[in-house]
């Protein structure tokens, strides 16, 4: 027995022990690059939608942004290269595109900001793509839901970032001005990195450079002042975007004011 152990161990010993260090590190490996993905950034920037059907639209746009190597493999399996700065997948009738699934419909937190008179939604950067359903659904029609102030505030590092929703925030601007209702939404862009006064290029989006901020916003100033202006009002807080921007509006949000206004904190979190 002991002679047979011992040759087995001298012929197939290796082999096994071989395989099951091959074993280990492929399953490590597969681990490894499954919290990546699924938990890092770059995974929440694939999966998180610019816009779901809305009655009066039955298409939805996935917003990509590219930050890695994954991003940018993804990013050349849909784009040749002399497309790969186009914002819109472009039509080739030859090219092979991958096949992708969708999983939803799900519902959010954000939802809840059509239900309250008076919201106060707040983004960080990529933050800001739950919200797009929101804004599409005002966009379509407003008058069916409760809401009839919203406070939309975007803070982003970069000028670029802004152009993600420009075109969108541009027809609700209009829109509600058309409709002789200015006082609906009141939009806040900030822009937290610069080395100068930068703008959104284009003329039409004059509207929103009037709204651009350098810097951070004055979280306290402008809780005193939608408290001052809504007055024994309860106020929906929603908030998506780094932890430490959440831990403020939250911290916010359970303070007592003079004026009798109540905000209620709600957030939908990407990290």
């Known amino acids: 027995m ?9 012929n197939e010993g290796v082999k096994h022990l071989c395989l099951l260090i091959w074993l280990s590190l492929n399953g490590l490996l597969f681990w490894k690059t499954f919290l990546l993905y699924n938990q890092g950034p770059e995974y929440h920037y694939l999966h998180q939608m610019l816009g779901c059907p809305t009655e009066k639209k039955a298409t939805f746009g996935v917003h990509l942004k590219i930050v890695g190597d994954w991003t940018e493999r993804f990013r050349d399996l849909l784009l040749p290269p002399s497309s790969q700065d186009s914002e819109i997948l472009p039509f080739i009738q030859t090219r092979n595109y991958p096949k992708l699934y969708i999983d939803g419909p799900f519902g959010s937190p954000f939802e809840e900001s059509l239900n309250y008179e008076v919201s106060l939604c707040v ?8 919200f797009a359903s929101i804004l599409n659904t005002l966009l379509d029609d407003w008058k069916p839901y409760k809401l009839r102030r919203l406070y939309f505030i975007w803070v982003c590092r970069d000028i670029q970032s802004f152009c993600w929703f420009a075109d969108l925030l541009c027809m609700l601007y209009n829109k509600f001005w058309q409709e002789n209702r200015p006082d ?3 939009i806040q862009l900030y822009l937290s990195q610069t080395d100068g006064i930068q703008k959104i ?15 951070r916003p004055q979280w306290k100033l402008l809780f005193d002042e939608i408290a001052k202006y809504n007055r024994g009002k309860t106020v929906g807080v929603f908030c998506c975007g780094p932890n430490s ?5 939250h911290k916010l949000s359970n303070q007592s004011n003079s004026y009798g206004t109540r905000f209620e904190y709600n957030k939908e979190s990407f990290s």
Request: proline share 2%.
């Open 201 to 215: 290029i284009g003329e039409k989006y004059h509207a929103l450079n009037s709204r651009l901020f350098i810097g």
């Open 2 to 10: 002991d002679v047979s152990w011992r040759s087995w161990l001298a």
């Open 184 to 186: 609906y939404v009141n």
């Open 123 to 130: 983004a960080g950067g990529i933050g800001v793509t739950p």
């Open 245 to 249: 921007l959440s831990k403020i509006l």
